[in-house]
């Protein structure tokens, strides 16, 4: 095995291990339940739909587009990782 070879599965291992440590640990329930929403339906900020009969440009609460909430959602859960996976490469001196 070349050193490139070594530095990429040690990398690779190291970001696997990241994205489940973030997965399961760092990020929040709310992330949890609503990074998966899609579709142009209006949801409730915790992701609960709003009814079909229920006017969504006068609830007294906010409402969002499913899509618009996953996605804010992912990017979000992203974030919270802090860029760990930039950290991860300078740290096993890895350059392309």
Avoid: N
Avoid at 80 to 94: T, V
């Amino acid at each position: 095995m070349t050193d490139r070879t070594a530095k990429f599965a040690a990398v690779y291992a190291l970001m696997r291990m990241a994205a489940d440590l973030g997965d399961h640990w760092i990020q929040s329930d709310h992330q949890a339940v609503t990074k998966g929403l899609h579709g142009d339906h209006f949801v409730y900020g915790d992701g609960t739909p709003v009814p079909a009969d229920a006017d969504p440009y006068e609830a007294d609460v906010p409402v969002y587009r499913a899509s618009l909430l996953g996605r804010s959602a992912a990017c979000r859960h992203c974030l919270s990782l802090g860029f760990r996976a930039a950290g991860e490469f300078r740290a096993a001196g890895f350059r392309w």
